[in-house]
Structures are given as C-alpha cells and as structure tokens.
Nanobody
Framework: VQLQASGGGLIQPGGSLRLSCAAF????????IGWFRQAPGKEREGVAC????????YYADSVKGRFTISRDNAKNLVYLQMSRLTAEDSAVYYC???????????????????????WGEGTQVTVSS
C-alpha cells in the first residue's frame, strides 16, 4: 500500500489550497482515508477522515467549516480542500489509511493517528504573508 500526498505550498492567510492523496498499486475505493497534520513541536493530529464510499466524513473542530474532504474513486484520489487558511494551519500534511478489511468510525480514525497503518509522504503547507 503506497500513498502520496501532494499540493502543499506557501499560501497567504485567508487563502485556499487543495491537497491530493494518490494511491499507487491499488484501488482506493472502499478504503477509509484520513488527512493528518503535524506542526513543528506538536503532536500529529487528525484533520479530516472519510469513509470508503465517501458517504461519511469527519472533521476536527479546528477545521470544520473551512476544510472539505472528498474522494474521486475514478481518479484514485482523495482531496482535502482547505480554505480561510491561517498560520495555525501551517504543518506537514499526511494522508493515511487502515486495512480495507478493518472498518472504524471515521471519528475514531481521526482522533487516533497511531491506529493508522499506512502513511504517505507528507506535503508542507505554510500559511504566511
């Protein structure tokens, strides 16, 4: 299982950015996916998680109303659309997943990053003027 996050960059406060999580070597459909982030000196935290079919989404309180997680199974991608970004959103963002045969509530996934099995390389998001 190989994942790769991309789309990060330098963005001004209040701006928007869309991250992508790509799967290599397998079809993402049916796999629960989570977006996590880690800022320097802070613990990794869950940002948004989505069910295998995209029907259930969970968001951390800190991003609710600003971030949107979605998936395009035809393109084998999961997105994180981020808007109204602030400096507090600056971090390395990762996508991760658990075995397809394991089903967990999306909230449980997002609140326990240690339970995620496979991680993609992160993408840096820096919000600064």
């Amino acid at each position: 299982v190989q994942l790769q996050a991309s789309g990060g960059g330098l963005i001004q406060p209040g701006g928007s950015l869309r991250l992508s999580c790509a799967a290599f070597g397998f079809n993402l459909y049916g796999w629960q996916i989570g977006w996590f982030r880690q800022a320097p000196g802070k613990e990794r935290e869950g940002v948004a998680c989505i069910s295998g079919d995209g029907g259930v989404k969970y968001y951390a309180d800190s991003v609710k109303g600003r971030f949107t997680i979605s998936r395009d199974n035809a393109k084998n991608l999961v997105y994180l659309q981020m808007s109204r970004l602030t400096a507090e959103d600056s971090a390395v963002y990762y996508c991760a997943t658990i075995p397809r045969t394991v089903i967990r509530p999306e909230s449980a996934m997002c609140n326990n990053y240690r339970s995620m099995r496979w991680w993609g390389e992160g993408t840096q998001v820096t919000v600064s003027s």
